[in-house]
């Protein structure tokens, strides 16, 4: 039975990234990865990478539609689904190539299939065709991820009602498209199949888009969703999904009105893959299907960590890799370098898009300032809605505790943002700071500016 310092179950981002950080920590590393799929997890095969490859050639179409704003005469023939998805996958084809050649230029050995314990130090790899193997591991990390959430009354089927990852293999517009879930997920599909041409109606259970967000964005995201052409129902929840005549008939709760349509995405959020690792043989304790672990990325076992989409919080691959340079570290020295995810940025790549970090609602002590519209020569000449910006302020300090952004490029505004949650930076520092003009980053400037009037 060959024998490693650290066995991680898991090759997406946060395992690859714990993967690479240990070893250059000086331990023996070995990397479970199923062999149905190559490595880089969710995000790059069915997750980030495709979706932001399909977004981009929305913009594209986007713009070339839009085209007689900016003066141009450019005629736009409707799109073809198909020849969209090879191009990704070129793209994807490469992503992988990089990472293979990564793990590979690093001496990290790759063990093909699915892993399970056997016991705390033990994990059995069984490959597709029944063959399984043993490895040891002193500690053992698991970043297995998840997959996407179903209604109990309509499972995913891959033709009518799918999943965030069968749409993205789906190479036919439908000419009507419900997408349930108004997070992150439900606002870039919706993007996306707006812009190719599809009716689309986005609904959202909660009164605002992106709930788990500031309520005053998710309306101001509504507003631009609507004046684009796409309807958007919140607080509206769904009675049942019925297939009739190769369509889709809704019916909701709260409401009589009915629809029908071609394709229903169900977007309503994402489960830990936590079955089949058999983690009662090692002791490894759960709530509601995450790994339970504290704030130094230990489970329940001390010598098990676990991260990403596996523990439940923020799906978010960079999110993974944050917990995975904590974790890294705490393994080498135990309960030394706890979590802390106030600074991670929160995104959607929807037009517009939307960002967010830190706090995310007054509490005593926090205080909001909001601009529903930055002026901005930048927005003007580039043909966007003015951006929106809100920041939470401690009353005392003046130090930036959060904020949320939505407006052109808000997902690399937001970095500033980050930086400034990390750093305890106070709007007078953020003020003080030289934004280039002109430039959609100076609306941070500008709000700042405000917040000091």
């Known amino acids: 039975m060959k024998s490693f310092d650290v066995v991680i179950i898991g090759g997406g981002p946060g395992g690859i990234y714990t993967s690479i950080l240990t070893k250059q920590l000086g331990k023996t590393v070995a990397l479970i990865q199923d062999e149905q799929e190559s490595l880089g997890g969710v995000c790059l095969n069915r997750g980030c990478m495709p979706t932001k490859s399909l977004l981009k050639a929305a913009t594209a179409y986007r713009y070339a539609k839009q085209a007689a704003k900016y003066g141009l005469n450019i005629t736009a023939p409707p799109i073809d689904l198909s020849q969209l998805r090879a191009v990704t996958d070129e793209d994807l084809e490469k992503l992988r190539f990089g990472i293979q050649g990564m793990i590979d230029g690093a001496g990290i050995p790759v063990f093909r299939g699915r892993g399970a314990f056997k016991s705390a130090h033990e994990i059995i790899i069984t490959k597709a065709d029944g063959d399984s193997e043993l490895i ?139 079955n089949g690792l058999n983690l009662e043989a090692a002791g490894v304790a759960t709530e509601q299907g995450t790994i339970s672990v504290n704030t130094f990325m230990q489970t329940s076992v001390p010598h098990i960590y676990a991260l990403g989409d596996a523990i439940g919080g923020l799906m978010l691959s960079h999110a993974a890799e944050k917990e ?68 939470f302020i401690e009353e005392n300090s003046r130090v930036v505790a959060g904020a949320i952004i939505i407006g052109e490029a808000a997902t690399e505004m937001i970095h500033e943002m980050a930086l400034a949650v990390e750093n305890r930076l106070t709007v007078e520092q953020i003020g003080k700071t030289v934004h280039v003009h002109p430039a959609h980053s100076k609306n941070i400037a500008i709000a700042a500016h405000q917040i000091n009037c």
Not at 335 to 345: D, F, G, Y
Not at 360 to 372: L, N, P
């Open 136 to 274: 040891r591991g002193e500690q053992i990390v698991i970043a297995t991820g998840s997959h996407p959430a179903e209604l109990p009354f309509a499972t995913f089927d891959g033709t009518h009602i799918l999943s965030s990852d069968q749409l993205l293999k789906n190479k036919v517009l439908p000419e009507k498209l419900l997408i349930l879930g108004g997070g992150a997920i439900g606002c870039e599909f919706a993007t996306m199949y707006h812009t190719f041409g599809s009716d689309v109606c986005l609904v959202e259970a909660q009164e605002s888009l992106m709930p788990r967000e500031d309520r005053d964005a998710g309306l101001k995201l509504k507003e631009l969703f609507e004046a684009q052409g796409i309807k958007v129902m919140t607080g509206t929840t769904i009675k049942s999904l019925t297939i009739e005549n190769g369509k889709v008939k809704v019916a909701y709760s709260n409401s009589s009105e009915t629809d029908t349509v071609d394709k229903v995405l169900v977007g309503i959020g994402r489960k830990a893959n936590t």
């Open 324 to 391: 995975a340079a904590v974790l890294a570290l705490n393994m080498l020295s135990p309960n030394s370098h706890p979590l802390e995810e106030s600074a991670v940025p929160r995104v959607a790549f929807c037009s517009p898009e939307i960002a967010a970090v830190g706090v995310s609602k007054v509490t005593d002590g926090i205080k909001a300032f909001t601009m529903h519209q930055v002026p901005n020569g930048r927005s003007v000449v580039d043909k966007v809605p003015p951006a929106f910006v809100k920041m």
